[in-house]
């Protein structure tokens, strides 16, 4: 069965850094690229960041330059390093496992991990 | 990267058929068939419904369906039930390895 759980979200004031995880089983996570979507509270979801299997990264314009996503294949790991956190960015953060099989779509999603920003 | 634009609500009663929008612009939704949905009940992960813009995972009911037309994506759901009682969105690919969703559609079913 395919998991992905996510974990270390928080509460964290303006400026300050924040790293989410993502573990996954179930599938073989090399043959994957990986995304992060959030949903900041009573919005829609918004796509963040992306790691190609070859860990080429991509950015949404909103994040690029603050946020790093990066994956370890040995732990079956995907992490998201969250820099000069700004309330904007209080979402709840979910990874989710990207198929171009199924039309670059995103088949699997984890149950999300809450980020705070908050003076 | 504009979120596309879905409504807010949408409802209907039991068995009836409803459409929820998706509308993009020439950038997304108007140059690929790379529209998917997705459905998500409250503290659970978003589901797959659609992807290539018609196209059915499998196991997921034959009652939701997608088109597209220019601009604008749709997804509709035939013979409403109480458990399709959700929030949906809609996802499109950007280019550029990017992509877009939309604003989200919470369904009623009255």
């Known amino acids: 069965e395919v998991q992905l759980v996510e974990s270390g979200g928080g509460q964290v004031k303006p400026g300050e850094s924040l790293r989410l995880s993502c573990g996954a089983s179930?599938?073989?996570?090399?043959?994957?690229?990986m995304h992060w979507v959030r949903q900041a509270p009573g919005k829609g979801l918004e796509w963040v960041s992306s790691?190609?299997?070859?860990?080429?990264?991509f950015y949404a314009d909103s994040v690029r330059g603050r946020f790093t996503i990066s994956r370890d294949n040995a732990k079956s790991s995907l992490y998201l390093q969250l820099n000069s956190l700004r309330a904007e960015d209080t979402a709840v953060y979910y990874c989710?496992?990207?198929?171009?099989?199924?039309?670059?779509?995103?088949?699997?999603w984890g149950q999300g991990t809450l980020v705070t920003v908050s003076s | 990267q504009s979120a596309l634009t879905q409504p807010a609500s949408v409802s209907g009663s039991p068995g009836q058929s409803i459409t929820i929008s998706c509308t993009g612009s020439?950038?997304?939704?108007?140059?690929?068939?790379?529209v998917s949905w997705y459905q998500r009940d409250p503290g659970k992960a978003p589901k797959l419904l659609i992807y290539?813009?018609?196209k059915r995972p499998s196991g997921v009911s034959n009652r939701f369906s997608g088109s597209k037309s220019g601009n604008t994506a749709s997804l509709t759901i035939s013979g409403l039930q109480a458990e399709d009682e959700a929030d949906y969105y809609c996802?499109?690919?950007?280019?550029?390895?990017?992509?877009?969703f939309g604003s989200g559609t919470t369904v009623t079913v009255l």
């Open positions: 989710a496992r990207y198929t171009s099989t199924l039309g670059a779509s995103f088949d699997y």
């Open positions: 179930g599938f073989i996570f090399n043959n994957y690229n």
């Open positions: 790691v190609s299997t070859s860990s080429s990264t």
């Open positions: 020439r950038s997304d939704v108007g140059s690929y068939n790379l």
């Open positions: 290539e813009v018609t």
């Open positions: 996802c499109s690919y950007a280019g550029s390895n990017t992509f877009v």
